[in-house]
């Protein structure tokens, strides 16, 4: 199967999401996914009246919130007035982290009250959940992605990129449990085309890679013809 270069972009969730991140490299990240029609951006909660300002113009980008970010240990009643203020800002989508000390603890039942609360305050949005597996073991993984599902969420996340990179045994780990139940979301370490290429393999159909990443992959891309074959 093909891939082309638009099709790629589509996936990627652009994101402005480290601490050192100006408004300089907010517009550029904007001007970056308006030129190779990026499906969506995804920044910093402060960032997100800026981000649907340079947006106004542009219906083709989603605007995407994160909730609890980067260390999900935000009071759900917290986490759903982020999610609403989301909304009203002009959030498309949002991803919100989960209460990884929760998950740790065996305390499930509040991990799914967490993620429930979140999901029905976006009102029907497109909502990631982030579960850090990088911090999990197989187990936990397991635990989370049962608990996205029976929680109406409509991605699994890998990870912020904050807590430790994403692996491709992460992504093949997520799809053996969530099968075609829940999509998948890559993001944290997906740095150049093979990786993507991989985990896109494994099941993931989502990325979240950032400025510069996104950048190289693109051009990658570009420099291959505009197609990519993905075996």
């Not at 270069?5 to 308006?34: G, H, P, W």
């Not at 300002?53 to 759903?80: H, M, Q, R, W, Y």
């Not at 949002?94 to 509040?110: A, E, F, Q, T, Y």
């Not at 996340?157 to 799809?175: D, E, S």
Request: with cysteine.
């Amino acid at each position: 199967m093909e891939l082309t270069t638009k099709e790629i972009a589509k996936m990627f969730d652009l994101s402005c999401v480290q601490i050192n991140y100006t408004e300089v490299d907010l517009v550029e990240l904007v001007n970056i996914a308006r030129k190779y029609k990026c499906g969506q951006i995804s920044v910093l909660q402060s960032m997100l009246k800026k981000s649907r300002e340079l947006l106004a113009n542009d219906k083709n980008i989603k605007l995407i919130g994160n909730v609890s970010f980067p260390s999900g240990s935000d009071t759900t009643e917290l986490k759903v007035i982020q999610a609403k203020q989301m909304v009203e800002n002009g959030c498309d989508e949002i991803d919100m982290v989960i209460n990884v000390h929760w998950l740790k603890s065996g305390r499930l039942d509040l991990v799914k009250e967490d993620i429930k609360a979140v999901v029905d305050a976006v009102n029907e949005k497109l909502l990631k959940v982030i579960i850090e597996a990088s911090c999990l073991n197989e187990e936990q993984i397991k635990n989370a992605c049962e608990i996205c599902i029976e929680a109406g969420a409509t991605f699994v996340k890998t990870g912020t990129g904050w807590a430790g990179p994403t692996t491709i045994n992460h992504v093949k780990l997520i799809k053996s449990i969530v099968g075609d139940s829940i999509a998948i979301k890559a993001s944290g370490g997906v740095k150049n085309l093979d990786m993507l290429k991989e985990m896109y393999r494994a099941g993931a159909s989502r990325f979240g890679v950032n400025l510069e990443g996104g950048k190289r992959i693109l051009e990658e891309c570009i420099r291959l013809g505009g197609t990519v074959t993905i075996n």
